[in-house]
């Protein structure tokens, strides 16, 4: 008898299982919102919040969920949050990596996780590429090799004979301060009227602009420089708030060169104070969330994407409409 119920009891099993005892057609799996993680490094410039934006917009148009988390500044916490999004099993990682070396171990916890990683807006150095699947973010090669080229043409405009150059860098071992120093070094190598005095770290911060502008001005005073070269207007900013306090015209006295394209800083190329701005685009959300739809469409994405960018200078036309900053 007993035996007899067993067996009923492992039939219906069998058929709750199989769902052949069931009159309903099987219900089509529902799909899920696509998730994605998202490591923000930080708000340390007017760029970044922009880029920020740039993100929240494109997931909210695609229709995804985006888990963002900031890292104020600090690699640790964006470990942290790639870990986070790794247990929370979300379909895309998508981070902008503060420096480039140190996420090697935490990479290889997403792949093994089966969880693609977007690289946005910077690059990491590793020696397994398959640890990522897309970069997308400028080429600061480039930037820094329009940065050079500008200033050749202003030194054959003002007919000058030598300059000394100081550099106003952004956070070191990041991709924009290494890539931007050495397109910028390139270009003006061999040219005997440039020599680059000094370098200083402003970390992309205005405070830090200022901090360093300061010190430079100390070291050499006003008529030892005569270009300031600075990775991000943040900090060109903190410059030029420097150089009018020490009664010094940017962009006469000292040429001023920079990278980004912010509103505040445009406005102030207009004003003649600063002479160039190589254009960096923060607008790399829809680029991302394209490729996260490719991704989970489960077609082959682009290894790496650069945006088209500009450059904007006094050697040109002021008056060009697509000179609007952001
Ligand atoms: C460049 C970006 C840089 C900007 C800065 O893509 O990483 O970081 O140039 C920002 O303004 O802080």
């Known amino acids: 008898m007993r035996r007899g119920i067993g067996l009923l009891l492992i039939a219906a099993l069998l058929l709750a299982v199989s769902g052949c005892g069931t009159d309903r057609e099987a219900e089509p799996a529902v799909p899920h919102a696509v998730v994605v993680g998202f490591s923000q490094l930080g708000a340390e410039s007017s760029w970044r919040i922009a880029n920020t934006e740039s993100m929240v917009n494109a997931a909210a148009s695609y229709g995804y969920v985006l888990m963002m988390e900031n890292a104020n500044q600090k690699q640790e916490l964006q470990i942290k949050s790639i870990r986070s999004f790794i247990a929370s099993r979300v379909d ?65 405009a003002l007919g000058a004979e030598h300059m000394n150059i100081v550099e ?19 270009a003006i190598a061999g040219d005997p009227r440039f020599t680059v005095i000094d370098s200083i770290s402003g970390d992309f911060l205005r405070s830090k602009g200022e901090e360093c502008m300061t010190t430079l001005l100390d070291r050499y005073g006003a008529d030892g420089i005569d270009v300031v070269y600075s990775h991000n207007d943040s900090m060109t900013l903190g410059a030029l708030d420097v150089m009018d306090r020490a009664g010094i015209r940017p962009g006469q006295d000292i040429v001023v060169i920079t990278v980004d394209g912010e509103k505040e800083a445009v406005a102030e190329l207009k004003k003649g104070r600063i002479n160039c701005i190589v254009q960096c685009t923060p607008a790399l959300g829809g680029s991302v969330m394209a490729l996260v739809q490719g991704l989970t469409d489960g077609r082959i994405v682009p290894k790496i994407s650069h945006p088209v960018e500009g450059t904007y200078s006094d050697l040109d036309d002021l008056d060009d409409p697509e000179m609007e900053g952001f």
């Open 92 to 156: 895309v990682i998508v981070f902008s990596p503060i420096v480039e070396t140190g996420w090697d171990n935490v990479l290889r916890e997403a792949q093994q996780a089966g969880i693609p990683v977007i690289l946005m807006d910077r690059m990491i150095e590793t020696s397994d590429d398959s640890l990522y699947t897309a970069y997308v973010g400028a080429d600061f090669y480039a930037e820094g090799v329009r940065a050079g080229e500008y200033l050749i043409r202003k030194a054959d």
């Open 168 to 186: 106003i860098s952004g956070t070191i071992d990041s991709t924009p301060m290494r890539d931007r120093q050495r397109g910028f070094m390139d």
